[in-house]
């Protein structure tokens, strides 16, 4: 069970392409590419990209979670986050996704849209 609560919002594939971009462009570690990449469509599935330290030698407070779906992704980036919590929490998210496009799907992270964010434009 993950650790820290994640809070996912739903963006374009457009949208959550710029973001893993800025996380590579920033040289934050691919922690896990889980998406399957059938050969008729775009990957589906769950990546995560674990932050950098803000100071050399300092902890490692941040991430971005990714699940990329068949029309759009939901993402998740995790701010100043306990390391440890935060390192648990990927390895739970991780661990939740099967091998198969089906499982992935059913299990893709829920977003709350009475809390105000995630919702469609």
């Known amino acids: 069970m993950p650790v820290i609560m994640l809070d996912f919002e739903v ?3 457009t949208e959550a392409m710029l973001l893993e971009e800025g996380a590579k462009d ?3 570690p691919l922690v ?3 998406r399957i990449k059938p050969s008729d469509a775009d990957p ?3 990546a995560v990209y674990k ?4 100071e050399k030698g300092g902890p490692i407070t ?3 979670f990714l699940f990329s779906d068949t029309n ?3 993402v998740c980036v995790v701010d100043n986050a306990d390391e440890m919590d935060l390192t648990l929490t990927i390895a739970a998210f ?4 099967g091998a198969s496009t089906s499982a992935m799907k059913a299990k893709r992270p829920m977003v709350d849209f009475g809390s105000g964010s995630g919702s469609p434009e």
């Open 11 to 13: 963006k374009t594939k």
């Open 26 to 28: 920033e040289k934050w």
């Open 32 to 34: 896990c590419d889980g």
């Open 44 to 46: 589906i599935g769950p």
């Open 51 to 54: 932050g950098t330290a803000l």
């Open 62 to 64: 941040r991430a971005l």
């Open 72 to 74: 759009d992704a939901v």
């Open 94 to 97: 991780l661990d939740s996704y």
